[in-house]
C-alpha cells in the first residue's frame, strides 16, 4: 500500500519541482536519466538558498536583522518568504544528502580540529572528500544550515558559524603566506606562542609547520632567514581582515 503524504508534502515537492524546472541549468542536473543525481540535486538546493540569501542580504541593505526604528526599506516585499523557503529547501536537503551518502559528520568533525575517522566497509566505499582547505566556506555554512533543525538553539548555531569561520581564517592565513618567503614565514612565526593560537604570528607558524614542506611553496626561496629579513605583521593582520570581511 502506498504511503499517504500530507498536504503540506505535496505543496512542499510541488515547490521544489517547480524552481527545478524553471532553471536554466536544468539540462545540468539530469545528464543521463529523467532524475537528477543525488549530488547534483544537493548542490542546486544549496545554490538556490544561497541567491535568495544574497538578494535578502543586498536589500536589506547588508544585515538580514532589522529594528523598528530603521526606515520602511521600498525595496523589501510585503511578505518575508525566506524562512518558509529555507524551510523547503531544507527538507530536500536532508533527502539529497541521504541519497548523495555525504557524510556531514566527519566534515564537521574536521572543523572542530578533530581527526577523522573513516569507517572501514567493503560493502559501501566512501569517495575521497575534497580538502577542507580547498572548500567554498560560504556553501559549507548554507550545507550545514539547510541539514540543521529549523528550530535550532543559538548555541549550536553560533558554534556552527565558528567552526567554519576558523575555516575561513585559515584559508586566508594560507593564502596570505603565499606571499611571503620563506626567510619572511620563518620572522613572522618566529614570536608564536607553542602550542597555543592567539595571534596571526601564532597562526602563520601552524601553517609553517603544515604546509611548509609542501608543494604549496615550490616556487618559495631558499634562503635562511637572516636578522635583517623584516615582516610587517601589522600589515598582513590588516590584510588578513580585508580578506574575511566578506564572510
Not at 11 to 34: C, H, W, Y
Not at 75 to 87: A, T
Not at 193 to 214: A, Y
Request: charged share 15%.
Amino acid at each position: 500500500q502506498k504511503p499517504s503524504t500530507s498536504n503540506m508534502a505535496e505543496a512542499i515537492g510541488k515547490v521544489m519541482e517547480d524552481m527545478s524546472s524553471s532553471t536554466q541549468l536544468k539540462p545540468m542536473f539530469k545528464p543521463k536519466s529523467e532524475k537528477p543525481i543525488p549530488q547534483s540535486l544537493f548542490l542546486f538546493v544549496t545554490s538556490i538558498a544561497r541567491t535568495n540569501l544574497e538578494v535578502e542580504l543586498i536589500q536589506r541593505g547588508g544585515s538580514l536583522v532589522i529594528s523598528g526604528a530603521d526606515p520602511p526599506n521600498p525595496l523589501l516585499p510585503k511578505r518575508d518568504c525566506i524562512v518558509p523557503l529555507l524551510h523547503v529547501l531544507a527538507v530536500h536537503a536532508r533527502v539529497a544528502r541521504v541519497l548523495a551518502m555525504w557524510p556531514a559528520w566527519m566534515t564537521f568533525q574536521q572543523l572542530c580540529g578533530l581527526p577523522a575517522k573513516v569507517p572501514v566497509t567493503a560493502l559501501a566505499p566512501i569517495e575521497r572528500e575534497v580538502p577542507l582547505l580547498l572548500r567554498d566556506p560560504i556553501a559549507l555554512l548554507l550545507q550545514f544550515v539547510l541539514l540543521l533543525p529549523l528550530h535550532l538553539d543559538q548555541t549550536y548555531f553560533t558554534t556552527t558559524v565558528q567552526m567554519v569561520y576558523n575555516l575561513l581564517y585559515y584559508q586566508v592565513v594560507a593564502q596570505v603566506s603565499c606571499g611571503l618567503t620563506g626567510a619572511e614565514r620563518a620572522r613572522a612565526a618566529s614570536g608564536a606562542t607553542e602550542g597555543r593560537i592567539t595571534n596571526l604570528c601564532d597562526s602563520l607558524n601552524l601553517i609553517n609547520e603544515c604546509l611548509g614542506q609542501t608543494d604549496l611553496y615550490m616556487e618559495d626561496d631558499s634562503e635562511s632567514c637572516s636578522g635583517k629579513t623584516q615582516v610587517n605583521i601589522l600589515a598582513l593582520e590588516q590584510q588578513v581582515q580585508k580578506l574575511c570581511l566578506p564572510f
